[in-house]
C-alpha cells in the first residue's frame, strides 16, 4: 500500500498544472505539451541516443571481458576482476572530476590523440556538442561495464567445460564456440542485463548532472535530468515533470516487453 499511494497520487499530478501549493486540474495538457517542447524532444533523443548507441557497446565489452577473466590460464584474474569492477563503486563526485581532467582541452585524453596524430588541435570534449555525448557514452560504459561483467561471469562459471571440451576436439574455433556455445548458453543472463540497463540508461541523471550539467546548451540533458530541472531549478512545474516521468515508465515497460519478446521469453 506504501507502494502505491504514491504511485497513484502522483499519476493523479501528472493532469495538474500551477504552483506545488495551488494546483489546478488541466487534463491532457501536460502530456499534449511534450509534442512541442523542443526542450523534452531534445532530452528523449538524447536518452534513446545513449540507450541505442552506448548499452550493445557496454554488454558486448562485458561479455567479452568476462570470457579473457573466466580462463583458468590467466594469472591475477581476481585482480583484474576487481579492477574492472572498481568503477561502478567509486564516489560520482571523484568519477566526474576524473573524467572532466582527463578529457580536459589540455587532459591525457587529447594529449595520448595528439600524440599518435589522429588529431591535429584538441578536441572540446565538455563544450562540442557531438563531442559531449561521446563523453558521456564513455563516462557510462567505463562505469558500468565491470557491473554487468560479474552477470557474465557468473552465468559462464556455471557453463560445463565439457561442452567447450567437445567442441575443440571437433575443431570448433574459440570464435565458433564464443558464438555458438557462450552466447546461447549465457542468453538469460543476456537478457537480464539488456533488460536492467535499458532501465538505467532512460533514467540516466547522475553523470550528466554532474559531468556536462546537460550542455552545452541542452546537447547532453535526458529526460531524468530535465524532470529534475522542471521539479527543482527552473520555476516549479510538478505536473508538467510527473507527466514526463510516467512517458518515461511507459517507455521502460513497453521496450522491457520488446526484449522479452525478442529473448523468447513467455514470462
Not at 581476481?78 to 580536459?104: D, H, W
Not at 532512460?202 to 546548451?217: A, H, R, S, W
Amino acid at each position: 500500500m506504501m507502494v502505491f499511494i504514491p504511485m497513484i497520487y502522483a499519476l493523479f499530478t501528472s493532469f495538474m498544472a500551477g504552483p506545488p501549493v495551488n494546483m489546478h486540474w488541466v487534463g491532457l495538457q501536460n502530456y499534449q505539451a511534450m509534442f512541442s517542447d523542443k526542450t523534452f524532444l531534445t532530452a528523449a533523443s538524447n536518452t534513446f541516443l545513449y540507450l541505442i548507441v552506448q548499452v550493445p557497446i557496454m554488454l558486448f565489452l562485458a561479455m567479452i571481458i568476462s570470457v579473457m577473466l573466466n580462463d583458468n590460464r590467466l594469472k591475477f584474474r581476481g585482480l583484474y576482476r576487481t579492477a574492472i569492477f572498481l568503477p561502478c563503486i567509486t564516489s560520482l563526485v571523484s568519477y566526474s572530476l576524473i573524467m572532466k581532467t582527463i578529457f580536459a582541452p589540455t587532459g591525457i585524453a587529447n594529449k595520448l590523440l595528439m600524440d599518435v596524430h589522429l588529431i591535429g588541435a584538441p578536441i572540446q570534449w565538455l563544450t562540442d556538442p557531438f563531442w559531449a555525448k561521446v563523453l558521456i557514452i564513455i563516462s557510462i560504459t567505463w562505469r558500468w561495464t565491470g557491473y554487468n561483467m560479474i552477470f557474465f561471469l557468473s552465468g559462464l562459471q556455471n557453463i560445463d567445460t565439457e561442452i567447450y571440451e567437445a567442441a575443440e576436439i571437433d575443431g570448433a574455433s574459440r570464435w565458433k564456440q564464443f558464438t555458438r556455445i557462450t552466447i546461447p548458453m549465457l542468453k538469460p543472463i543476456i537478457l537480464f542485463t539488456a533488460i536492467t540497463s535499458t532501465i538505467g540508461t532512460l533514467q540516466l541523471f547522475d553523470e550528466v548532472n554532474n559531468i556536462t550539467k546537460g550542455g552545452p546548451g541542452n546537447a547532453t540533458t535526458t529526460l531524468s535530468q530535465y524532470i529534475y530541472n522542471l521539479s527543482y531549478k527552473y520555476t516549479p512545474n510538478f505536473g508538467y515533470a510527473t507527466a514526463i516521468s510516467f512517458v518515461v515508465v511507459i517507455a521502460i515497460v513497453v521496450l522491457s516487453l520488446i526484449q522479452l519478446k525478442a529473448g523468447g521469453e513467455d514470462k
